[in-house]
């Protein structure tokens, strides 16, 4: 049975920094396409960023360019998401998800397992 279970989040002061977990159980993270979804409230899930299973290509949505970063610990069996220069419109809770099918995908849809999330809450 597959788990993601995503931890780290909180509030935060508007400048502030942040460092999301997605702990995974009954898949590796190495062999799987693993991401980051956003969803803020009353708006649609939106991709966030993307490690690649086959390397440790990266791809961001250009509005946390810069200032996120994606990484996978494979002994920790985890995927991480380093977020600093936070800004009110990061607000929102963060999912993860595993697709183990290659190629970049930036559609929530495309994604088999997902988390439960976490809040991330930006103060300005």
């Known amino acids: 049975q597959v788990q993601l279970v995503e931890s780290g989040g909180g509030l935060v002061q508007a400048g502030g920094s942040l460092k999301l977990s997605c702990a995974a159980s009954?898949?590796?993270?190495?062999?799987?396409?693993m991401s980051w979804f956003r969803q803020a409230l009353g708006k649609e899930r939106e991709f966030v960023a993307t490690?690649?299973?086959?390397?440790?290509?990266?791809f961001y949505t250009e509005s946390v360019k810069g200032r996120f970063t994606i990484s996978r610990e494979s002994g920790e069996n985890t995927v991480y998401l380093q977020m600093n220069g936070l800004i009110p419109e990061d607000t929102a809770v963060y999912y993860c998800?595993?697709?183990?099918?290659?190629?970049?995908?930036?559609?929530?849809?495309?994604?088999?397992?997902w988390g439960q999330g976490t809040q991330v809450t930006v103060s300005s």
């Open positions: 998800a595993a697709d183990n099918r290659l190629g970049l995908r930036t559609r929530g849809s495309d994604y088999e397992y």
């Open positions: 009954g898949l590796a993270v190495n062999k799987y396409t």
């Open positions: 490690i690649a299973w086959t390397s440790t290509n990266t």
